[in-house]
């Protein structure tokens, strides 16, 4: 059994660092804790844990992915995201990037760091395939974000810019667009089974290989373009005084099975998003 396509896919629902780039006080940053329950056909095969910390000038991010249940005695495997950088007046600057994967056969290791004019610089644990490293000498650009800047950055926007346009990002091998777009909104209840109630926006995320990507992949993509729907629930940070838009629940396909991430656990400063949301574990 093997789910590092999945791992990817995960990045969607997260962002957030323990270890790397700037040290956020407690008094000083919101904290963001999110914990997903992630279901295949209903089993829960994966939990995914998401920890942030964001100030009015530094913001750090975690995610950690962990086989579940029957997965677990089935397979080995493991997946750590993290970044680090800066808020500034034009948005999130990324600092630092690292990404780990490991299962049976290998480990994997992507860090990033950008220099002073932003531009991305990698190190890897591994090589490349000449044509794909070639492809993404062309292909990355300054400013550049990682992907789960990108995520940080959707948790920032304006609810009336919410999910609207195109990204493009680097995570150290590949070059991939990010596109959201606002589908509308509803309402969450017990139905939803998650620990957050409320009014959500719906949100549909397209991602479209640029550079990097193996021959193989780009054939599973053309014929299953990876597209993703997400829940954002609207909260207030009680410390930065800032807007956040939280994911509260995903799903789509990842090879070939259909899976949901539903929020089991979603606090701010230690609280629920709001009133009518289950109290923090």
Do not use: H
Not at 142 to 170: F, H, K
Not at 223 to 229: A, L, M, Q, S, V
């Amino acid at each position: 059994m093997r789910l590092p396509a999945f791992s990817r896919s995960l990045w969607i629902a997260a962002s957030l660092l323990m270890g790397i780039g700037p040290a956020l006080a407690a008094e000083t940053a919101d904290k963001v804790r999110l914990r997903y329950d992630v279901t295949f056909s209903g089993v829960r095969a994966l939990e995914l844990r998401y920890d942030a910390s964001l100030s009015t000038g530094a913001y750090n991010a975690q995610v950690d992915v962990k086989l579940k249940g029957i997965a677990k005695m089935l397979a080995e495997f493991d997946l750590e995201i993290a970044a680090a950088g800066n808020v500034a007046p034009t948005g999130l600057k990324p600092a630092k990037f690292r990404m780990v994967t490991s299962d049976e056969e290998k480990n994997r290791t992507m860090d990033v760091s950008w220099s002073a004019d932003g531009t991305p610089l990698a190190k890897r644990n591994y090589t490349l395939k000449p044509n794909r490293a070639a492809q993404l000498v062309d292909a990355v650009k300054p400013g550049m974000p990682d992907p789960l800047t990108v995520l940080m950055s959707m948790a920032i926007t304006p609810q009336a810019a919410l999910c609207n346009g195109t990204t493009r990002s680097y995570n150290g091998a590949e070059v991939v667009d990010f596109t959201f777009t606002k589908l509308g909104t509803e309402n969450f209840g017990k139905a939803s089974k998650g620990a957050y109630r409320g009014p959500v926006t719906r949100c549909k995320l397209e991602l479209k290989p640029v550079a990097g990507v193996s021959e193989k992949r780009l054939r599973k993509w053309a014929k299953r373009p990876p597209i993703y729907t997400l829940w954002f629930a609207a909260t207030k940070a009680p410390v930065t005084g800032k807007a956040l838009n939280v994911i509260v629940a995903a799903e789509g396909e990842a090879s070939g099975r259909k899976f949901r991430a539903i929020a089991s656990t979603a606090t701010v400063a230690g609280a629920a998003l709001n009133q009518a949301s289950l109290a923090p574990n």
